[in-house]
T-cell receptor
């Protein structure tokens, strides 16, 4: 149980284009999902907290207009990197917390974004 | 903000040896979590600790939640090659409705067969 998937697993795009990453909780409902970014040999840095049916809460320094988050259902959150640039290349990981209770976060497998 | 100091940064050990890593914080956490991350994958939860002083095992892994709630350690006994990876501690604080995780910087474990 508690499986989280991400799609795509890898994406390469041209500078200036937008990329959408999906995060799904497969066997549980998740009112809250989290989006992290991880640069090589570094730890996970929280970008934003996504709450179903409401606006996401962004961490300091994360541009909300550049990283659009939509959490339209209890099993799906999407992160759209708009007008991507090479410095946005990173490993993006989502996590989900069960609606039924508990504070443990279950992580997806991550999405490797490369912007040329 | 809250910060976690995780050590050691990396370890090189022989198969069969025991391993210990720890995290300390300048502030209190209500929950400590230990994750393992393989290259190109997301973190996988190993052990969750919910009470100060709690000692929990998961197979060859043992973790403890420090009495002061500002530290935790993870032990791996009789290491095997598949233990290779990056181990992260993470703390869940109190306050606010989102209960955000704070991660340590990770311990890279290499096991020589």
């Amino acid at each position: 149980g508690a499986v989280v998937s991400q799609h795509p697993s890898r994406v390469i795009c041209k500078s200036g284009t937008s990329v959408k990453i999906e995060c799904r909780s497969l066997d549980f409902q998740a009112t809250t999902m989290f989006w992290y970014r991880q640069f090589p040999k570094q730890s996970l840095m929280l970008m934003a907290t996504s709450n179903e049916g409401s606006k996401a809460t962004y961490e300091q320094g994360v541009e909300k207009d550049k990283f659009l988050i939509n959490h339209a259902s209890l099993t799906l959150s999407t992160l759209t990197v708009t007008s991507a640039h090479p410095e946005d290349s990173s490993f993006y990981i989502c996590s989900a917390r069960m609606t039924s209770g508990g504070l443990t976060q279950y992580f997806g497998p991550g999405t490797r974004l490369t912007v040329l | 903000g809250q910060q976690l100091n995780q050590s050691p940064q990396s370890m090189f050990i022989q198969e069969g040896e025991d391993v210990s890593m720890n995290c300390t914080s300048s502030s209190i956490f209500n929950t400590w979590l230990w994750y393992k991350q393989d290259p190109g994958e997301g973190p996988v939860l190993l052990i969750a600790l919910y009470k100060a002083g709690e000692l929990t095992s998961n197979g060859r892994l043992t973790a403890q939640f420090g009495i002061t709630r500002k530290d935790s350690f993870l032990n791996i006994s009789a290491s095997i090659p598949s233990d290779v990876g990056i181990y992260f501690c993470a703390g869940l604080g109190s306050g606010g409705s989102n209960y955000k995780l704070t991660f340590g910087k990770g311990t890279l474990l290499t096991v020589n067969p």
